[in-house]
């Protein structure tokens, strides 16, 4: 299976920063989920609740993050690049870089998430339309 690449232009907010004017690392992963639920909604017509109203959530287990150089405050916007790199029975594994507009690297790394019945309250097998969302026929 070949992985879509999920590639968003994410606007930085003055809350982002922090006192000694650098995003602090707390936002990276909000950036990754919010460009893949905002190329989701821009391809496929699908935001959040509709994930949830069909019975689905995603939790993150793990984050590996590689920081390069800061975002600092005199920049505006971030590209970030993502891409489903493994599926395995409740597990999505998503490597993820974050750059400037020109193209320098901030940030790469990767997120391991499991998807979750939210009736049962627990974790189910990957739904085949996910598959679809996440990789090229």
């Not at 606007?11 to 989920?33: C, E, R, T």
């Not at 974790?123 to 339309?129: A, G, H, Q, R, V």
């Amino acid at each position: 299976m070949v992985p879509i690449i999920y590639e968003q232009n994410i606007d930085l907010h003055f809350s982002d920063f922090d006192m000694f004017g650098h995003v602090n690392s707390k936002h990276y992963v909000d950036y990754v989920v919010s460009s893949r639920f905002k190329y989701i909604a821009n391809t496929y017509g699908l935001n959040q609740r509709d994930f949830l109203n069909k019975g689905y959530g995603f939790y993150i287990t793990k984050t590996e993050m590689n920081f390069k150089k800061s975002i600092v405050n005199t920049i505006s916007n971030v590209d970030v690049k993502s891409w489903v790199e493994k599926i395995s029975d409740t597990l999505i594994k998503v490597p993820f870089e974050i750059k400037s507009e020109s193209g320098e690297v901030f940030c790469y790394g990767s997120f391991t998430c499991h998807t979750i019945d939210i009736k049962a309250g627990r974790t189910i097998e990957i739904p085949k339309f996910m598959e679809q969302i996440f990789f090229e026929n």
